[in-house]
């Protein structure tokens, strides 16, 4: 998400930290490679415009106080700007009603339907609460059974009437959700090839039927500018509380996540990450400025890590990290844990600096977490305690034991050991600016 972006915005900044002060010469070669990044991530030129303008103006009207680096002072600015763009301030679902109630709609292919199975996998995760989902697509083939499949994986029930009228299809749902002690439900609406009369005519039906709290348009991110139109299109006729963007997970430029919210008005709240049930993260701004610059989301890794880990598990790796003393048991009890929060990838992104250290570019194929696990489980309990005493012939027996080859127990030696010292860094609180 946002890496050739991120990485762009990164080395023009990177630049600046050698400057001695702010001039309106340096500022001016960081504002040409920072538009073109922008540009190049397909971001809208009059956003682009807009904003390296407002970072100009502010980076040249700032007092650089003699305890800040030019540098740093440049970074923060273009952080809050980037900030700013994407909105300012999170904002939250309205999920007031009993039941709430959300309407989900987009055009055809913008995975609405598994978002509808996401977001009611997120809303059951994070308030412990019953949702309902609706099939209210009753035209595309097997809209249906894409549903209802959905909800059997997660364990979420479905209502559902086969091909009827739609909006008596909504209605019903909701009286259903009343009558069963439900306390979300979430419509997943038809979609068209393109916004229509019929289309449109009927989601002001159900609107006016059931009264959504929320009514959020589902887009693919990988649509580009398009978007923006997409999303006026249907603005103007429901009055969309939401976005939520699909496949930021995929091969896209970002650039339209940079763009809705100054163009539409319209808030992003929630962003599709991966293909897993799990794949959808809240949108915050703040933290969205963060990782693109490079500087790790620490507050959504905790986050994510409290869903998975073991209060006292978490306290006691902890400490250990702290003492200097966290081993592979601790790492292989700790993997077990966070296996269930989808790619271990996604979770190393997060760490600040995590482009620069070459995190963002590591891939561990599940299989490849499978090896580690088996390469673990083959160490003895002293090895696994104390693995500087892991030498060739201790390799060599691991290696058989587990099915692998030396080089992969090395290769797994050596990233803990560097895992080891970013904690060290974490732990004495000597992680620096990633510029």
Known sequence: MFESLGNRL????????????????????????????????DVNYQV????????????????????????????????????????????????????????LVGLQGSGKTTTAGKLANYLRKKHAKKPL??????????AIDQLMQ????????????????????????????KQNGFDYVLVDTAGRL????????????????????????????????DAIHVITGFHEKLQLTGVILTKLDG?????????????????IKFVGVSEKPDGLDFFDPERMAGRILGMGDIVSLVEKAQEAIDEKEA?????????????????????????????????????????????NQVKIPPKQMAHIEAIILSMTPEERRKPEIIKASRKTRI??????????????????????????????GHMKMPF
Request: net charge neutral.
């Open 315 to 359: 306290e006691k790796a902890a400490k250990k990290m702290q003492q200097g003393k966290f081993d592979l048991e601790d790492f292989l009890s700790t993997l077990k844990q966070i296996k269930k929060l989808g790619p271990l990838e996604n979770l190393l992104k997060l760490i600040p600096g995590a482009s620069k250290m070459g995190l």
């Open 133 to 142: 989902l609706v099939a209210c697509d009753v035209y595309r083939p097997a």
């Open 251 to 267: 091969d896209t430029r970002g650039g339209v996540a940079l763009s809705v919210r100054h163009l539409t008005h319209v808030p």
């Open 399 to 428: 290696a058989k034991g587990c099915g692998l080859s030396v080089q992969e127990v090395n290769k797994l030696l050596a990233q803990f050991d560097q895992m080891k010292k970013l904690m060290k860094q974490f732990s004495n």
């Open 48 to 103: 682009v415009k807009e904003f390296t303008q407002e970072v100009k103006e502010k980076a040249l009207g700032e007092e650089v106080q003699s305890s800040i680096q030019p540098g740093e002072l440049f970074v923060k600015i273009v952080k809050d700007q980037l900030t700013e763009l994407l909105g300012g301030e999170s904002v939250p679902l309205n999920v007031q009603g009993n039941p709430a109630i959300l309407m």
């Open 194 to 225: 393109h916004i229509d009369e019929a289309l449109m005519e009927e989601l002001q039906n159900i609107e006016k039927e059931i009264s959504p709290q929320e009514i959020l348009l589902v887009i693919d991110a990988m649509m580009g500018q």
């Open 10 to 41: 990164q080395n023009a900044l990177h630049k600046m930290k050698g400057y001695g002060k702010i001039t309106e010469e340096n500022i001016g070669d960081m504002m040409r490679e920072i538009r073109l990044a922008l540009l190049e991530a």
């Open 150 to 177: 959905l909800g059997k994986q997660l364990n979420i029930e479905v209502y559902e009437e086969g091909k009827k009228n739609p909006v008596t299809i909504a209605k019903n749902a909701l009286l259903y959700a």
